[in-house]
């Protein structure tokens, strides 16, 4: 893919996020509009994406390489976490900023940002091999991540039906179509594909009303936001790369995937899970800001430079 094909994308998708920023600051749509719409696509629209992308269509990869694909992505979250605990650190965040700062570089907004990004630069196809990457961030951020952002006040617990939410459901099941081959009614497939159409645009848009509830000027300021961002943004991907390089095919679908997922930004939910559970939201909020902004520039540069 050419360096202006992927900008044109990218540029699309930022377009798109300024539409739901532009809609926020007119006062048309608010907070409570964006999280029940959130609830609609990550129930709804994701699944019609994830189940779709399976479902009817020859098979993208082995079930070896389904096995080891899974292997990687959990590799990627690991990585992740590992930077994010070193750079933590090394940034001297004390107390709780500490455990953000780390948590918004183990975590990325696989799903609002990823699947998007995905779609657009490898095809509907590749949502398959995305949606992997619900089975760590569902299974470790409701429980290393929630261990983490806990201070003791005994506010929000977590559910095994929250763990297991119905993105995580949606891929298991679309592992089982998968690996079994079962046959799907077109009707369902269509359905499911006509929902799955509406993921990139919504997704886009809420991400642009959640930007436009955050306190910009100190976004702007905050140094170590910048340099976590940036740990998020340029070294996570390019540790990834070379990782996934021992033992991947570069010009696999498998690696560009996990490449892009790699170099999405923080994810909202260590925003969201922060006030539940306590602990002071604002630097994850800065984070999330800052990221989400500046993976406009980064992520097109990370696929032209590694992919």
């Known amino acids: 893919m050419t360096w202006l094909i992927v900008l044109e994308k990218m540029i699309m998708l930022v377009l798109l996020m300024v539409v739901g920023f532009g809609a926020a600051k007119a006062g048309w749509v608010d907070g409570d509009f964006s999280q029940k719409a959130s609830r609609l696509v990550m129930n709804v629209f994701v699944v019609g994406l994830i189940v779709s992308s399976v479902v009817n269509t020859e098979p993208i990869m082995s079930n070896w390489e389904l096995a080891l694909a899974i292997f990687s992505v959990f590799l990627v979250f690991f990585l992740g976490g590992a930077l994010g605990w070193i750079a933590a650190r090394l940034l001297r965040f004390r107390g709780r900023d500490r455990n953000v700062a780390w948590l918004s570089v183990f975590f990325m907004n696989n799903v609002f940002i990823g699947f998007p990004v995905v779609e657009a630069l490898f095809g509907s196809e590749a949502i398959f091999c995305a949606s992997l990457s619900n089975l760590p961030f569902n299974l470790l951020l409701y429980t290393v991540g929630v261990a983490y952002l806990q201070v003791g006040e005994g506010r929000g617990r977590v559910s095994i039906r929250e763990v297991f939410s119905i993105p995580l459901v949606a891929t298991l099941l ?53 340099a976590v961002s940036l ?77």
Not at 179 to 196: A, Y
Not at 270 to 293: C, E, H, N, Q, Y
């Open 174 to 226: 679309a592992i089982t179509l998968f690996v079994l081959q079962i046959p799907v009614p077109e009707l369902v497939v269509d359905t499911c594909r006509t929902l799955g159409a509406a993921t990139v645009p919504v997704s886009m848009i809420i991400v642009g009303i959640s930007l436009s509830h955050v306190p910009i000027r100190e976004a702007l300021l905050d140094g170590k936001a910048y």
């Open 231 to 307: 740990v998020k943004l340029i070294l996570c991907p390019v540790v990834t790369w070379a990782v996934l390089r021992l033992f991947l095919d570069p010009a696999s679908l498998v690696f560009g995937v996990l490449v892009v997922i790699a170099a999405c930004p923080s994810a909202a939910m260590i925003t969201i899970l922060s006030v539940r559970f306590g602990a002071d939201d604002t630097l994850a909020s800065k984070i999330k800001f800052l990221s989400t902004v500046l993976s406009a520039v980064t992520l097109p540069l990370i696929v032209y430079l590694l992919l």
